[in-house]
């Protein structure tokens, strides 16, 4: 059997660019094939009873699931482009080696089965929707908008699954999926550094910070950049550039995180004034109302059309699972029989988050600390569905994630392993 | 015979875009294969001998060019992406009437052979590199460097002149053509507002301002978008848009333009904050210490690798043929049997433009009014290989270029086939 370490190492090559170190793992890649092997491969070696849903999410049951609603862990697979090592493939690594530990101490049949899930396509990376296997399987997601998406070469998300062997009539939502769901707890790296502040390997998430994405078309006149005279110029590149230190001064003052990640230019040409400049601002807050507020004064101050492109309310964690999921990940074992002596009036109310991450945390006394997250995940997708969920993040040094840069210590991730372990048996009822 | 409105109809929709009005007439693409086509018919028509030569210049003469130097005119007829109907053709179709005007005068044999030439991709909207017929055939431009160009296809442009049935193995200088060319007289659209601010429908340039191409690279660190506290950040785009608003304000200051037309961000996704923003500065000035030292303020003031990537020195236009050009194109008719009675000590010294296009004119009383311009021109490479040239400018009631909105009056167009048959006649010794 590989341990956590053989598992990371079996993963370590798969879908790597030799030049930028990072990953490129787009969903139904060869990559991603291969992935899914892999996580058949483990499955297969636990005698964990797997398959693959309509929506391309692979699950793995100890136990049969049919019979009661089971615990579920795990993440995703595939990356974002020139990604790193941990955002998705450390869920579903402990998870496996979650089950490992449960086995070493002598479970042989869990009280509750406890299913081991690899979701489809969460970065969106290819297709440009994240969550896509979550969303299809909870029905947020309309199947045929899904099956249209098209990737770069033109591929609709239909055709690309007909070539992986895959039937897109099956796309939607799945409830027999769904009803053997009764819990999910997924693992995750942490991607800021509030658990670095806390001093803590593990944390909890409180909620999912809502966010938004809009696009800012800055028109101006295209002319020759020679010849033209300054004072006749109409260059949108100017308010655009204006725009970009508008939203960090207002994301500062409000709050908030304000980011542009992508800008195209038209024509493009390096001797032409462009005629217009599109930018694409991403921004989240804690609270909706902030991120509303800041697009509306850049909107105001700025000569750009504003256009949504999407909108994700705030997800808030169940609070019962959450303070139980932070009490016994932080070592407080064998405390709930019945239920969690840890209520929410325990914590301390939510407070302005500010880009500084630890200052929405709500913690348990001697349990795992108890923090937001500025980062969609499936366990958002199904917490947003009724699906009771938590997560667990990992320590990051550096914060960095989306980034060949993303890291975690060893010994933090096997601290993870541990935390999901005590949660996993306490959510069957292990712990007594 | 076609004459000018007649030409200018018949180029109206070769190689148009019908979405953005505007022209895509890449080197050797279809629609340029079309417009050669054309520009063999029209010399056909008249009666006069043509070639393509070595480096895919056309050339169609009136007289023999083999028994003595001629006075040759003519420009381009590729465009930049989604440019306008007038740089280039109206240089072209203008020489075709100036031909017309000339034997509608009575002329049937010009005391010096005439000759009209479209020199071959002058934008460099295809391979990059601007000018390329004109740099070949004066040495400028290594045969091989130029063979081995590639487009967006990646295709070179050895194979595409092979595609074409052309033979790339003649590359380079023609030592043969360029004996042909007595002075060289191009005739362009204005792509300022100089003439606008003068009130005449044409001018004469006196100088190609230099320009350079810088690319800055901005480095940060790739990270995510919505869990990457503002604090915590190393966002390439803020400093980029710091050196896009300080470049403008330098700009200003110093009496030059700049431009930010092209950007490149890496990884370019909405949620992820950019490990590079690599953009292009395009700076030009009246002189070249004003370029450098805009270059050099703007490189100390931000945090960019900063890399030339071309620098084209300042060309002065031969000033003996400029003053009698002006003249003439101002009307000044038949008094230039000798030495030219307008001398560059009657011209006022070059001022700072200051992006202001008109304070670098040097005006001959009577004559056309003489300004400067901040755009490449074959007319500048063949007078920086020693070929005695000028340019006619007509006006440009917006000073748009480079862009589907690029206008002349027809009235305007035709007072520019008006003073180039007289540049014409003076040159070839018919005005006495």
Chains 1, 2 share one sequence.
């Not at 800021?192 to 803590?200: H, K, M, P, Q, S």
């Not at 020759?224 to 006749?232: E, I, S, V």
């Not at 945390?361 to 947003?384: I, M």
């Amino acid at each position: 059997m590989n341990g956590f370490d053989g598992m990371w190492g079996a993963l370590a090559e798969v879908g790597r660019d030799r030049h930028t170190g990072g990953y490129r793992r787009d969903a139904w890649s060869e990559p991603d094939l291969a992935l899914r092997e892999w996580f058949a491969e483990e499955a297969d070696r636990r005698g964990l009873s797997r398959y693959e849903d309509r929506n391309g999410n692979q699950w793995a049951w100890w136990g049969d699931p049919s019979a009661a609603p089971g615990v579920v862990t795990g993440s995703h697979l595939d990356s974002v482009r020139d990604g790193g090592a941990f955002d998705g493939p450390l869920g579903v690594v402990s998870a496996f080696a979650a089950v490992d530990e449960l086995r070493a101490r002598g479970v042989t049949t869990p009280p509750r089965p406890i299913g081991v899930v690899c979701f489809s396509d969460e970065e969106g990376a290819r297709f440009g929707v994240p969550c896509v296997g979550s969303r299809l399987l909870t029905g947020v997601l309309d199947p045929a908008r899904a099956a249209g998406l098209t990737d770069d070469a033109g591929d609709t998300l239909a055709e690309v699954l007909r070539r992986a062997g895959r039937d897109p009539s099956g796309l939607g939502r799945d409830d027999e999926t769904l009803r053997r769901i009764g819990v999910f707890v997924e693992l995750h790296v942490e991607q800021g550094r509030g658990l670095v502040e806390t001093g803590a390997p593990v944390g909890v998430a409180s909620a999912i910070w809502p966010h938004g994405r809009w696009r800012l078309d800055f028109a101006g006149r295209a002319d020759h950049a020679g010849t033209t005279a300054l004072a006749d110029r109409d260059d949108p590149m100017l308010p655009y550039a204006r725009a970009v230190l508008a939203a960090r001064e207002i994301a500062e003052r409000r709050g908030a995180v304000a980011t542009f990640g992508r800008v195209r230019v038209a024509p493009g040409s390096a001797n032409a004034i462009p005629s217009l400049v599109r930018a694409w601002l991403d921004a989240r807050a804690p609270e909706e109302e902030t991120v509303r507020g800041l697009v509306a004064e850049l909107s105001a101050a700025c000569p750009a059309e504003v256009v949504c492109e999407s909108w994700t309310p705030v997800v808030e964690f169940d609070a019962v699972l959450r303070d139980r999921v932070a009490a016994v990940a932080g070592g407080l074992r064998g405390r709930f029989t019945g239920e969690p002596e840890i209520l929410p009036g325990n914590v301390a109310e939510p407070s302005r988050a500010g880009g500084d991450w630890t200052e929405g945390r709500r913690d348990t006394p001697g349990g795992a600390p108890v923090l937001p997250t500025g980062a969609g995940h499936d366990a958002g997708v199904l917490a947003g569905a009724g699906v009771p969920s938590a997560m667990l993040f990992v320590r990051n040094p550096t914060g960095v994630s989306h980034s060949p840069e993303e890291f975690a210590e060893r010994e933090d991730c096997h601290s993870g392993v541990t935390a999901l372990t005590a949660v996993l048996e306490d959510l069957c009822g292990l712990l007594v």
